[in-house]
């Protein structure tokens, strides 16, 4: 199994991302965590394999996790980017397994 994380980058306040999770050796990719400098982890936003979502409450509104079954891709689309964003994300896959991406950073700030 393997996740490829891409999408990374520095973005102003305001500015928008999407990261890319390409899940192969026939695992589901679920989700994204991050992990912020200084920090816990947190579970970002997470997508059943019903396409049902849900965000932490830190990002509501503001970003929207989707699947591409044929690519078997997941991707996070996040605007209205904030300094608090800011953090290394990790993909994640698999159920009585988990498996991590490689992590992609983010970084938001003037």
């Known amino acids: 199994v393997q996740l490829q994380a891409s999408g990374g980058g520095r973005v102003q306040p305001g500015g928008s991302l999407r990261l890319s999770c390409a899940a192969s050796?026939?695992?589901?990719?679920r989700g994204w965590y991050r992990r912020a400098p200084g920090k816990q982890r947190e579970r970002v936003a997470r997508?059943?394999?019903?396409?049902?979502?849900d965000y932490a409450d830190s990002v509501k509104g503001r970003f929207t996790i989707s699947r591409d079954n044929a690519k078997n891709t997941v991707y996070l689309q996040m605007n209205g980017l904030k300094p608090e964003d800011t953090a290394v994300y990790y993909c994640?896959?698999?159920?009585?397994?988990?498996?991590w991406g490689q992590g992609t950073l983010v970084t938001v700030s003037s």
């Open positions: 994640y896959a698999g159920f009585s397994q988990i498996y």
């Open positions: 050796g026939g695992t589901t990719v």
């Open positions: 997508i059943t394999t019903g396409d049902n979502t």
